[in-house]
């Protein structure tokens, strides 16, 4: 379907969802917040697609946070209705059973800091700044942003990043936890590329296992997470993917992983 704040393309497996609003920096209002759950929605139950690419247009933005314009005008009731919509959003993308990437190529502030860390992923330009700045606007994060940074960065970092509001470069960022990889400039596409590649030709079943176990045992005890992480693997056991891959292993060959 088209749509007006989002480039979608696939390839190989690789579904690339572009935030398309240069002139706003690529900025979440609620349009795109929509969109963006109806292209999730999609990808979900289309076979062709097994690694999502979530970038934003141009070079310098991911996405530079919430549309100001719009966030203003909201009453406390439309901004608890606008925050549990975003919400849902980054839940849907970290409950994805397929593993999504963000590209980073500039800035990640408020609302897209919060969007890159419910990616599985997080690739970034050396040239890259991150932050949750609210708080110079007399707000907090709103999109999840103190729960995932918490988790991903620690107490520490969660608090100096919210409450002073500030922007730190990509490779304290990655120190800190909050990414996953800082490559130059000019190698972020190829990168990018590679990985998702690797991921489209992985056993989907093993993926969607690996991606469900880490998410469970996270949020609850070990023993629970061991037990899940016990049926996954029984799962994929009963899998052709995982007769294909211990043959190939054993015939010193690339496996074909069909997704069956």
Excluded: W
């Excluded at 100096?160 to 936890?177: D, K, N, S, T």
């Excluded at 070990?222 to 037990?227: F, V």
């Amino acid at each position: 379907m088209p749509y007006a704040n989002l480039l979608i393309e696939t390839a190989g497996g690789i579904r690339s969802i572009t935030i398309n609003r240069p002139d706003k920096l690529n900025a979440l209002n609620r349009e795109t917040v929509s969109e963006l759950r109806s292209a999730f929605d999609q990808a979900a139950t289309d076979p062709r697609v097994r690694v999502i690419v979530l970038a934003g247009s141009g070079t310098k933005a991911f996405v530079a946070g919430a549309d100001i314009a719009e966030l203003a005008r909201l009453s406390p009731v439309e901004a608890l209705e606008f925050s549990r919509y975003g919400q849902e959003l980054m839940l849907r993308i970290e409950r994805f059973g397929k593993p999504v990437i963000a590209k980073i190529q500039g800035f990640a502030l408020g609302g897209g800091m919060e969007l890159a860390m419910s990616c599985h992923l997080r690739i970034a330009s050396d040239a890259a700044k991150i932050g949750q700045p609210e708080i110079n606007l007399g707000i907090l994060p709103g999109f999840g942003g103190t729960q995932r940074l918490l988790r991903l960065a620690g107490r520490s970092a969660a608090l100096e990043l919210c409450l002073l509001g500030h922007h730190i470069g990509a490779q304290r960022a990655y120190e800190l936890g909050a990414l996953t990889r800082v490559v130059a400039a000019d190698q972020l596409d190829a990168e990018v590329q590679k990985l998702a590649e690797q991921l489209a030709a992985s056993a989907p079943q093993a993926i969607r296992g690996v991606l469900d176990a880490v998410l469970i045992g996270g949020e609850t005890h070990i023993e629970a997470g061991l037990d899940y992480e016990s049926q996954a693997f029984a799962i994929c056991a009963a899998t052709a993917d995982m007769k294909e891959g211990t043959s190939a292993f054993l015939e010193k060959r690339k496996p074909v992983f069909r997704g069956q």
